[in-house]
């Protein structure tokens, strides 16, 4: 039996793993989204497993080739997958860029022979597409279950009105992904509601957050966040819920620049998904990483009695 | 020993730009029993059938082998040029050297050559030990079944019975009419639909050839060409057809309103009611399944208020049995089901509604007495979209043909939308303007000068609900700019689909469909309204989708083709049919099982099987099943068969 040893409120708690998931964090969670890294690991072990870090893993590429015949950009992901394989046979993520990526390019391996064997030659490995890959939220759903989940909860986020915010790459394109339904998903919901929060119903839950724009046009993706955000404050929303630090950073980082251009525009906090377990867990809000988020949530949290 | 001779066809370049028929026709020539063998550019032409009329009467020939395209194309041509010269047609055969050598060969001559020459001596052994055989005739029924009452059913059976041929109209629904009774206005006249098909309608009611079945289903079918034999189901209307005046007191008075499906969901109806007002036939219609005296026998309003006593609760289904002699299927379209749009919000957001909700909304009789009033406040709509191709032309998730109809209908709405309210403003996203009939170009250009319809050439990625409003994601290519409109309300062209419970009434009819379960015609140019079974003709958008004057032609054309098949009374049939050796029949009745066209018998007396010629179709499954090859094929007996294999191993 293994255990682990987590500060959990004012009390340090031995907890009891039951299983480990192989784990590939992706760049962007060991540096912008430290906050989303450290607060999965930390649930994880309050719910019984352990998240198993990949050795050696390299950056997942980001973005998934729309050109048929662009190899290069898969080579990758296709690595990480043959390490992966070698540790065992599920493979979980957190960022919903890599999820794409990953998710993507494991499918193409699989269905493609042309191109598996291309790609084995290429990275000396020999991987025929049969691993899993499975993000945090599915692990939740399929293998702890919502249910049990509330059950688990310790301090209910009850009054609390979030949105879900799943953007594209969790989704799209459906039949490669097949994360959730296409039109109207409702996976985000459902966890919301597990940890006693209200989700809230806005129609821009699954529009794209402008990404790579706010690099070379940033106004174009600013644009898309006003839109995302001011049709879920329109909805009632007093928090965003994201999976994704591309997202993140649109949708948060950028409220500064939205509050220039539009001057009745009232920022709202934006959580990753794991910041709000962790406070429904009962894990001690210092710990859950509050300094990397653009918008303060402190305020709110204090104001719901969360903290 | 027999004369033989044997017809190369050039067929242009098709067959002698891979073959080389000259060689061929030399090597055939000098097998033993070929007296003649020769090519010619076109054997199908006059000249060339000259050249084996020719052939035959000076050289005396007593079987002919013509090697071109497929027995489908000329077989009957080269048998009815052996006959004139006193030949017994079934001494001819065809060998296909087309369509089963040259075409699929291009890049092997050598090879395409030596297969043509294999081929020529296959059919040769097959010639050489055919039998001379007559045509069967067989007595016809000249009645006719028509399945569909919309505008291609009345079409057909009008045309028809104006021919002087009984016919027999069978409509599921309570009235005629089919989706043209739902229509307001058409294109590109702006017609009243309504008018046009009500004269129509009553015509055929009071036709005297006409015997007209509503609210009725084929249930079964039985029999070949000349000769269908019909179970018809006639539901339980609850309503006795002759004591009915169709007063209305019966509708008026009753106390249960549901949704109908007729207004597209926008309007009610009760539970005994007419299909739409002054419908034809006039007479009400006792829906079993929302009635409360079927329910729970708590009501008995309609009854009551009858004068004339005419309903009639316990009224049972009729089963009519009936005969006839071609059966035609105008069984129509469906538009694509709502639940499968998401991306639409079809289903979802009431505001959304599809083409025929709309030309409900702006009938006379329809929901809101032709008013444009969106659906979930009843406000004028200020800004209106039209999103055209909805599920068609997209093969990877939706249907890939084009629907045909939705670009001329779009435009005729945004025409009507704009007279109703001048100060409104139409958006219409397209693909692609498709305007190829009479009249339809110039109704489409003017519309668009004179009504100003803004028309964005692109797609829809979604609609959705936000404050109160549709709002329309979408792209202008020709922009290359993202659009977002919001509307007020949203009609969406959706795809035509066939008719529900197409498939089991081709199954029924031992009629094909298509992957999208259209029925298919026999060939698309050639013979497009028959279907591949014989004595099943097509009309309307059971086949494809088309316009009402596309199937008004068609339906004509469906009843001139049957009427040239009833012009006479009785029909020849090919004789290449299964016949059984008496002296080796066991009796074992395994062929009378197998059978599908019912062909096979057992004759009690002599405790053998027996073949019934006139149904009997020669396709084989008896032949195979048979333990003790007691039944053969007429000309394609198991020693042809044998010697031809010994010809190509």
Known sequence: MRYACLRVGRRYAFLELVMDYLYFPGCTLYTKAKNFDQTARNCSLLLGFELKELKNWTCCGATFPLATDNIMALLPPSRILATAREEGTVLTTLCAVCFNVIKRTNRLIQGDGEKRDKINNFIEKNYQGDLQILHYLEILKQDIGFPQLREKVKKPLEGLLAAPYYGCMLLRPFKEMGFDDKEKPTLFEEFLEALGAKAIEFPYKIECCGSFQSVGSPDVATECAYKILGSAIQNGAEAMVSTCPMCTFNIDHKQSDIKQKHLDFKPIPVFYFTQLLGIAMGLDYRTLGFEQNAVDPLPLLSEKGFL | MKRLGVFICHCGVNIAGTVDVKSVAEKIGKIEDVAHSTDYIYMCSEPGQQIVREAIRDQGLDGVVVACCSPSMHENTFRKAVKSQGMNPYLCEIANIREQC??????????????????????????????????????????????????????????????????????????????????????????????????????????????LYCYSELEEVKGYVGNFELVIRKKATSVAGEKCTGCGVCIENCPVEYVSEFERGMGMRKAI?????????????????????????TC??????????????????????????????????????????????????????????????????????????????????????????????????????????????????????????????????????RSDCKGYEEFLQKTIEEKGLLYLRGRVSRVFQDDGRVRILGVDTLTGKMVEVAADMVVLATA??????????????????????????????????????????????????????????????????????????????????????????????????????????????????????????????????????????????????????????
């Open chain 2, 496 to 649: 035509i689909v066939p008719s529900h419970g197409v498939k089991d009434l081709a199954a029924k009819l031992r009629a094909t469909v298509d992957r999208h379960g259209f029925l298919t015609e026999a060939h698309i140019k050639l013979y497009p309204v028959e279907s591949s079974t014989k004595g099943i003709y097509l009309a309307g958008c059971g086949q494809s989708p088309k316009d009402i004057s596309d199937t008004v032609s068609q339906a004509s054309a469906t009843a001139s083709k049957i009427q040239a098949l009833l012009s006479t009374d009785k029909l020849l049939q090919d004789p290449l049919i299964a016949f059984v050796d008496e002296g080796i029949c066991s009796g074992c009745g395994i062929c009378v099982e197998i059978c599908p066209y019912e062909a096979r018998e057992m004759d009690p007396r002599h405790g053998i099987s027996i073949v019934h010629s006139a149904l009997c179709q020669g396709c084989g499954a008896c032949i195979a099943s048979c333990p003790n090859n007691a039944c053969e094929l007429r000309n394609t007996s198991a020693n042809q068969v044998f010697r031809i294999l010994d010809t190509f191993v």
């Open chain 2, 273 to 297: 009611d007419l299909l739409y007002p002054s419908s034809v036939p006039n007479k009400p219609v006792i829906d079993r399944e929302h009635c409360r005296h079927f329910i729970d026998g």
């Open chain 2, 300 to 433: 008995h309003r309609c009854e009551e208020v009858c004068p004339e006593k005419a309903i009639h609760f316990e009224q049972e289904d009729e089963r009519i049995l009936d005969k006839v002699g071609a059966i035609v299927v105008a069984t129509g379209y469906d538009l694509y089901p709502k639940e499968q749009l998401g991306e639409y919000g079809y289903g979802e957001i009431p505001d959304v509604i599809d083409g025929l909700a709309f030309e409900r909304m702006l009938s006379p009789d329809g929901p809101t007495k032709g008013k444009i009033l969106r659906p979930s406040d009843r406000k004028v709509p200020k800004e209106m979209v039209f999103i055209q191709c909805v599920a068609s032309r997209d093969p990877d998730r939706y249907m890939p043909y084009c629907s045909r109809i939705c670009c001329m209908y779009t435009a005729k709405h945004a025409k009507i939308y704009k007279e109703q309210v001048p100060d409104g403003q139409p958006y219409i996203f397209y693909m692609d303007i």
């Open chain 2, 102 to 211: 040259s075409w699929v060969h291009q890049k092997e001559k050598e090879e395409a050559t030596r297969k043509a020459e294999e081929i020529i001596q296959a059919t040769l052994e097959k010639v050489r030990r055919n039998e001379q055989l007559e045509a069967i005739a067989v007595a016809i029924n000249r009645r006719v079944l028509v399945i569909g009452g919309g505008i291609a059913g009345i079409t057909a059976s009008l045309d028809l019975a104006e021919g002087g041929y009984e016919v027999i109209l069978l409509e599921r629904e309570a009235a005629l009419g089919g989706h043209m009774a739902q229509l307001s206005r058409t294109f590109p006249d702006l017609d009243p639909a309504f008018n046009g098909l009500l004269s129509k309608t009553l015509e055929v009611e009071g036709h005297p050839k006409i015997q």
